[in-house]
C-alpha cells in the first residue's frame, strides 16, 4: 500500500503550497520522473519494489492542494531479479495522455534488455505499450518527450555506441528514426525548445564517462556534440550532465564534477556553458564556501523570466544524509536568485530527482519518498511534516582545475532495425494501492 502524507504548507497570492510524502513502509521508495498536464496537475513515476515483482508506479496528484487523484502500479509479471529501469519524466501530448519509457532485462537473461513504452491516460488507464528490440545487448529507452506533434525517444540500441531518436505517433507505432554511432551513447535526457532538440550523453566505457551535450535541428540532424571531462581509467574521473536548456543562443547543462573540484575529492555541482556552436563559455561549482557540499544536479527547467530551476541533492559531510537542493538561477550573470535545501528532521536522506515549472512559474519537484510544490521566489520555510526547507546562500564558484573539454563527431548510422512488439503481457492494476491520503 503506498500511504501518502498531505500537509497544505501555505496559500497565497491565489496559489496554494504543499508537501506531500510517502510513508516510509511504502514500497515505492522514490518518485524518479515527473510532468505537469494541460491542468497543471503533476504526474509523478517510479518504481514499485515490493519483494515480488518489480512494477511502474504512477500516480496524478491535484495541483491545488497534493491530494492523489489516482495512483496506478503497471506490472509486467517481472521477477524481481529480473530490472526494471527506473523512469524518467514522461511525455505528456496534447490530451494529456501520458507516456513513459524505460528498459526491462528479458526473462532468462541478465544482460539483454528491451527498450520499453507505456501509454497511459489522465484517468489512469494503460491505454497501449511497446517494447522495442533493436540488437542483442542493451536496449535502453532514456528519455521522451512530446513536440507538439510527435512522441521524441532517446535511448540507444544494442549496446552498440548509437545515439538513437526514435519517433512514435500516439498510437507508439514508430515512425521514424535517426541513429549516430560514435564515442558517444546512452542519452539521458532530452528538451525541445520549439526549433532544437538539446540531449546530454555520456560517454562509452567502464570507467571515466565524459559527459557531453547534443544539439540536434528539427529534423534530428546533428548540429555539434561537445562536453566537459577526462577519459582516464578510474571512476572517480568525469563529470555527468543531469539536464541541459538553452536561454537565447546559449546552452547550460548541469550535473556534478569530480575533478574541476574547489578542494578535497567530493563531488560537485556544476554548470556549464555553452555558445551556439557547442563552445565552452565556462565552467562553474554550486556549493558551499569550499564548493563540496552540492553533490548532483539532476533536473532543470525553464521559467517565463529565462531563468533556470535546477533540482539535485546535497551531502553535507560524510556519512551524512542526502538533503534535497532546489535553485533558481540567473544566467546572464551568472548567479542565484534564492537556493533552498530539504531536509528530513529524523535524519533520513531525500534528494530531489525532477524540477517543473507551470504556466505561473510555481515550481514542483519529486524525488525520495516527497513531492512538494513552492511559490517561484521559494520563499517558503520552515518544519512541515519529517522535512524541514531552510534557506541558504552558497552562490556560484570558479572550478580549481576546469575539467578537459572535448567535442565529437558522430556518423549517421544505418542500423539496427527497430523490432516489434516484444511478447511481454502487462497490465496496470491498483497492486494493493488504496489511494489513502492522511492529513497530518
Same mark, same amino acid.
Given at each position: 500500500?503506498?500511504n501518502?502524507?498531505?500537509?497544505?504548507?501555505? @496559500? =497565497?497570492?491565489?496559489? +496554494?503550497?504543499?508537501?506531500?510524502?510517502?510513508?516510509?513502509?511504502?514500497?515505492v521508495?522514490?518518485?524518479?520522473?515527473?510532468?505537469?498536464?494541460?491542468?497543471?496537475?503533476? /504526474?509523478?513515476?517510479?518504481?514499485q519494489?515490493?519483494?515480488?515483482?518489480?512494477?511502474?508506479?504512477?500516480a496524478?496528484?491535484?495541483?491545488?492542494?497534493?491530494?492523489?487523484?489516482?495512483?496506478k502500479?503497471?506490472?509486467?509479471g517481472? #521477477?524481481?531479479?529480473?530490472?526494471?529501469?527506473?523512469?524518467?519524466?514522461?511525455?505528456?501530448?496534447?490530451?494529456?495522455?501520458?507516456?513513459?519509457?524505460?528498459?526491462?532485462?528479458? @526473462?532468462?537473461? @541478465?544482460y539483454?534488455?528491451?527498450?520499453?513504452?507505456? &501509454?497511459? =491516460? =489522465?484517468?489512469?488507464?494503460l +491505454?497501449?505499450?511497446?517494447?522495442?528490440?533493436?540488437?542483442?545487448?542493451?536496449?535502453r529507452?532514456?528519455?521522451?518527450?512530446?513536440?507538439?506533434?510527435? $512522441?521524441?525517444?532517446?535511448?540507444?540500441f544494442?549496446?552498440?555506441?548509437y545515439v538513437?531518436?526514435?519517433r $512514435?505517433n500516439?498510437?507508439? *507505432? /514508430?515512425?521514424g528514426?535517426?541513429?549516430?554511432?560514435?564515442?558517444?551513447?546512452d542519452?539521458?535526457?532530452?528538451?525541445?525548445?520549439?526549433?532544437?532538440y538539446y540531449?546530454?550523453?555520456?560517454?562509452?566505457?567502464?570507467? *571515466?564517462?565524459?559527459?557531453y551535450? $547534443? &544539439?540536434?535541428n528539427?529534423s534530428?540532424?546533428?548540429?555539434?556534440?561537445s !562536453?566537459?571531462?577526462?577519459?582516464v581509467s578510474?571512476?572517480?574521473?568525469?563529470?555527468?550532465?543531469g539536464?541541459?536548456?538553452?536561454?537565447?543562443?546559449?546552452?547550460?547543462?548541469?550535473?556534478?564534477t569530480?575533478?574541476? &573540484?574547489?578542494?578535497?575529492?567530493?563531488?560537485?555541482?556544476?554548470?556549464?556553458?555553452?555558445?551556439?556552436?557547442?563552445?565552452?563559455?565556462?565552467? &562553474? /561549482?554550486?556549493g558551499?564556501?569550499?564548493?563540496?557540499?552540492?553533490?548532483?544536479?539532476?533536473?532543470?527547467?525553464k521559467?517565463?523570466?529565462?531563468?533556470?530551476?535546477?533540482?539535485?541533492?546535497?551531502? #553535507?559531510?560524510?556519512? +551524512?544524509?542526502?538533503q534535497?537542493?532546489?535553485?533558481?538561477?540567473?544566467? =546572464?550573470?551568472?548567479?542565484i536568485d534564492?537556493?533552498?535545501?530539504?531536509?528530513d528532521?529524523?535524519?533520513?536522506?531525500?534528494?530531489?530527482?525532477?524540477?517543473?515549472?507551470?504556466?505561473?512559474?510555481?515550481?514542483?519537484?519529486? !524525488?525520495?519518498?516527497?513531492?512538494?510544490?513552492?511559490?517561484?521566489?521559494?520563499?517558503?520555510?520552515?518544519?512541515?511534516?519529517?522535512?524541514?526547507?531552510?534557506?541558504v546562500?552558497? !552562490?556560484?564558484?570558479?572550478?580549481?582545475?576546469?575539467?578537459n573539454?572535448?567535442?565529437?563527431? $558522430?556518423?549517421?548510422?544505418?542500423?539496427?532495425?527497430?523490432?516489434?512488439t516484444? !511478447?511481454?503481457?502487462?497490465?496496470?492494476?491498483?497492486?494493493?494501492?488504496?489511494?489513502?491520503?492522511?492529513?497530518?
Amino acid at each position: 500500500m503506498a500511504n501518502w502524507k498531505k500537509i497544505m504548507m501555505a @496559500s =497565497s497570492g491565489g496559489g +496554494s503550497y504543499w508537501l506531500n510524502e510517502l510513508t516510509p513502509s511504502t514500497s515505492v521508495a522514490s518518485f524518479t520522473g515527473m510532468n505537469l498536464l494541460s491542468t497543471g496537475d503533476p /504526474v509523478v513515476v517510479g518504481k514499485q519494489e515490493n519483494g515480488t515483482y518489480d512494477n511502474i508506479y504512477v500516480a496524478r496528484v491535484s495541483t491545488d492542494d497534493g491530494s492523489v487523484t489516482w495512483s496506478k502500479a503497471i506490472s509486467f509479471g517481472y #521477477p524481481t531479479g529480473q530490472t526494471l529501469s527506473n523512469p524518467r519524466d514522461p511525455a505528456v501530448d496534447g490530451s494529456d495522455n501520458i507516456y513513459i519509457c524505460h528498459d526491462g532485462t528479458q @526473462s532468462g537473461s @541478465s544482460y539483454i534488455s528491451d527498450w520499453a513504452i507505456e &501509454k497511459v =491516460s =489522465s484517468s489512469g488507464a494503460l +491505454s497501449t505499450y511497446e517494447a522495442l528490440t533493436g540488437g542483442s545487448g542493451y536496449d535502453r529507452a532514456d528519455y521522451i518527450l512530446w513536440n507538439g506533434s510527435n $512522441l521524441v525517444n532517446t535511448g540507444d540500441f544494442g549496446n552498440t555506441n548509437y545515439v538513437c531518436i526514435l519517433r $512514435l505517433n500516439t498510437s507508439l *507505432g /514508430v515512425t521514424g528514426q535517426n541513429q549516430f554511432t560514435g564515442s558517444v551513447m546512452d542519452p539521458i535526457w532530452a528538451y525541445y525548445d520549439g526549433s532544437n532538440y538539446y540531449v546530454c550523453a555520456r560517454k562509452n566505457g567502464f570507467y *571515466g564517462f565524459p559527459a557531453y551535450t $547534443l &544539439k540536434f535541428n528539427s529534423s534530428y540532424a546533428l548540429q555539434w556534440c561537445s !562536453g566537459l571531462g577526462n577519459d582516464v581509467s578510474g571512476a572517480a574521473s568525469s563529470p555527468f550532465f543531469g539536464a541541459a536548456i538553452p536561454i537565447g543562443t546559449d546552452v547550460y547543462s548541469f550535473g556534478h564534477t569530480i575533478t574541476g &573540484k574547489v578542494s578535497n575529492s567530493s563531488y560537485s555541482g556544476l554548470m556549464w556553458k555553452a555558445n551556439s556552436s557547442g563552445t565552452s563559455q565556462y565552467q &562553474k /561549482v554550486l556549493g558551499d564556501n569550499t564548493g563540496q557540499q552540492l553533490t548532483s544536479i539532476r533536473n532543470a527547467a525553464k521559467t517565463s523570466d529565462n531563468k533556470i530551476i535546477i533540482g539535485g541533492w546535497t551531502r #553535507p559531510t560524510s556519512g +551524512s544524509p542526502n538533503q534535497g537542493y532546489l535553485a533558481k538561477i540567473d544566467p =546572464s550573470g551568472p548567479s542565484i536568485d534564492w537556493e533552498v535545501l530539504i531536509s528530513d528532521s529524523g535524519g533520513a536522506s531525500r534528494w530531489i530527482n525532477s524540477v517543473k515549472v507551470d504556466d505561473d512559474d510555481n515550481i514542483f519537484a519529486a !524525488g525520495y519518498q516527497f513531492m512538494i510544490k513552492l511559490p517561484p521566489d521559494g520563499s517558503i520555510t520552515g518544519t512541515y511534516g519529517d522535512l524541514t526547507i531552510q534557506s541558504v546562500s552558497w !552562490g556560484l564558484k570558479n572550478l580549481g582545475t576546469n575539467e578537459n573539454t572535448d567535442t565529437q563527431s $558522430l556518423s549517421t548510422a544505418t542500423g539496427p532495425t527497430v523490432g516489434p512488439t516484444y !511478447g511481454l503481457s502487462w497490465s496496470i492494476a491498483n497492486s494493493g494501492y488504496s489511494e489513502t491520503i492522511t492529513d497530518l
